[in-house]
């Protein structure tokens, strides 16, 4: 069997966890030869959300430093997966579309994947000035980095584990999302970027628009702009430490 680790990060998501979990199709993924774990990395909530996750089969990982990227962090240390798949806790990703991205990874031979929910039919699924600002930062983040990715804050992407250990993202926050995809493409991995359906957002809104836009373009050009030997550094480094 293959083995795939999903890892969804949640901070106050329990109302919605139930519907996303079990949106994970593992039935139909063991059929296709996946065996599958569930990750939810519980980020510091003050509500149930690690006991809903954990009653719904998942394993919990804890994370007490609040932010995106610190989520991911502690989520990717967990996982055991050869593939990794991610996507949010608030039902807007469509991890019932995971057989065909899976598909397509192993079809067209791709090491990274990430999706792009920036197309005409999602329009009613993000706010206008949240469409106009991910447009914006993307157009930004393909003129630094060369990579043609048309949206670069797309939270869910599919890749294999051995990418992780071979790039070093540092963002501890949203801006986490960009810096994998750009990481990851100009460490030389082969990638992709496929549409996918986005979905209406269930429950509080977490993003706050204009101090994570600014931490966005700041990381983009100490990104673009970083040592490229610091980067074969830290990739040697996180490649030879012991776990």
């Known amino acids: 069997m293959n083995t795939l680790s999903v890892v969804i990060p949640a901070l106050n998501?329990?109302?919605?966890?139930?519907?996303?979990?079990?949106s994970v199709p593992t039935s139909a993924l063991r059929a296709l030869g996946w065996e599958?774990?569930?990750?939810?990395?519980?980020?510091?909530?003050?509500?149930?959300?690690a006991a809903v996750a954990a009653a719904l089969g998942a394993t919990v990982v804890?994370?007490?430093?609040r932010g995106y990227g610190n989520a991911y962090h502690a989520g990717f240390r967990a996982a055991k997966g050869d593939v990794i798949a991610t996507g949010d806790a608030d039902c807007t990703y469509p991890f019932d579309s995971l057989p065909e991205l899976l598909g397509t990874l192993t079809e067209a031979d791709v090491e990274f994947m990430t999706t792009n929910?920036?197309?005409?039919?999602?329009?009613?699924?993000?706010?206008?000035?949240?469409t106009i600002a991910n447009h914006a930062l993307s157009a930004l983040s393909r003129a630094l980095f060369r990579n043609g990715l048309r949206d670069s804050q797309s939270g869910m992407w599919v890749f294999r584990r051995y990418v992780w250990d071979g790039v070093d993202v540092k963002s501890t926050g949203m801006a986490f999302s960009q810096e994998i995809k750009n990481a990851a493409t100009r460490a030389g991995y082969r990638y992709l970027e496929v549409p996918i359906e986005y979905r209406n957002r269930q429950g509080e809104v977490k993003l706050n628009a204009l101090p994570d836009g600014m931490a966005n373009l700041r990381q983009l050009f100490e990104h673009r702009f970083r040592r490229s030997g610091e980067e074969r550094s830290a990739r040697y480094e996180r490649r030879h430490t012991p776990a």
């Open 36 to 49: 599958t774990e569930v990750i939810v990395v519980d980020n510091a909530s003050t509500d149930d959300t």
């Open 62 to 65: 804890s994370q007490p430093e």
């Open 117 to 130: 929910r920036l197309r005409r039919e999602n329009r009613s699924a993000m706010k206008r000035s949240h």
């Open 13 to 22: 998501e329990a109302p919605n966890l139930p519907t996303v979990v079990n």
